[in-house]
């Protein structure tokens, strides 16, 4: 199976946020971000490995700047590490405001997708090869959270972390 670039995933959706997608402050519903931040994830899962997917966990989302109503929202997903069936997609969010041409940072989340066959049934997926700094940068920290994950859930013995105790044990 040929690698692939965490650019051959990249996946960008703009939306402007709409009254009913709003809370009682007027800015986007923490739900509203989450279900467009899943679907953002989901297709640069898909670009990655050429087959349906799943959802498998949200491992991460931060809500740091709220989003008004009538804001302009912009979702950037790529696959930060690919596993053997399951990839890391980590999505970044922006308020994008083209009147004073700037970009603020507002949340980011990092999900879990497993590939599936027509029995959904998990398939081998392409690795991924980073490039940039912080693409290398998400790419080394995906495993850290893999293995956590993996002792959290008694999965894996927290001896055998070796990621993990990296950051411990010098």
């Known amino acids: 199976m040929t690698p692939k670039t965490s650019q051959n995933s990249l996946t960008i959706m703009t939306n402007i946020v709409l009254p009913n997608e709003t809370n009682s402050l007027r800015n986007l519903f923490g739900g509203e971000l989450l279900a467009k931040m899943d679907r953002c994830a989901s297709i640069a899962a898909t670009r990655h490995c050429a087959r349906r997917v799943v959802t498998a966990s ?16 912009v ?9 053997s069936t399951s990839m890391e997609i980590y999505v970044d969010v ?5 009147i004073q041409q700037k ?6 989340g990092i999900y879990t997708f497993v590939a599936v066959d027509d029995n959904n049934k998990p398939v081998r997926i392409p690795e991924v090869i980073p490039e940039t700094d912080l693409e290398k940068e998400r790419y080394t920290a995906a495993l850290r959270r893999k293995e956590l994950s993996l002792v959290l859930s008694g999965r894996l013995a927290a001896q055998d972390a070796h990621e993990i105790r990296k950051l411990f044990v010098s």
């Open 94 to 98: 922006w308020l994008d405001d083209p």
């Open 75 to 83: 979702l950037e997903a790529k696959v930060s590490r690919a596993f």
């Open 58 to 73: 949200v491992n991460h989302v931060s809500f740091n700047y709220p989003i008004p109503e009538g804001g302009i929202v």
């Open 103 to 108: 970009k603020i940072p507002t949340n980011e």
